[in-house]
């Protein structure tokens, strides 16, 4: 079983920064690609960015130039930089990672999700 626990999510103004951290463990070889996720208060999940392995990174129109992904391989970390924050971003942001285990099968799991809100 794998568990992704993410972190750093808080309540901050508007045009402020966050960084959160999404840790993995458990039993795995590796991880490939790791997302983030969020879902505010009556909308869809929606896909914020995403990370490769190889550090390959690709982000959503809305959060280009503002937000920066990154991991730790060696510590089965991905983080989120969240500059300029604006309250439109406010949500439970969520992170979904795809972890290769030892039976060579990928599954793929979800964290718990850390809340951010901005004020006006």
């Known amino acids: 079983q794998v568990q992704l626990v993410e972190s750093g999510g808080g309540l901050v103004q508007a045009g402020g920064s966050l960084r959160l951290s999404c840790a993995a463990s458990?039993?795995?070889?590796?991880?490939?690609?790791m997302n983030w996720y969020r879902q505010a208060p009556g909308k869809q999940r929606e896909l914020v960015a995403t990370?490769?392995?190889?550090?390959?990174?690709h982000y959503v129109d809305f959060v280009e130039g503002r937000f920066t992904v990154s991991r730790d391989s060696a510590k089965n970390t991905m983080y989120l930089q969240m500059n300029s924050l604006k309250p439109e971003d406010t949500a439970v942001y969520f992170c979904?990672?795809?972890?290769?285990?030892?039976?060579?099968?990928?599954?793929?799991?979800w964290g718990q999700g850390t809340q951010v809100t901005v004020s006006s």
């Open positions: 458990g039993s795995f070889v590796s991880i490939s690609v």
């Open positions: 979904y990672a795809t972890v290769l285990n030892r039976l060579g099968l990928s599954r793929q799991f």
């Open positions: 990370i490769t392995a190889g550090g390959s990174t």
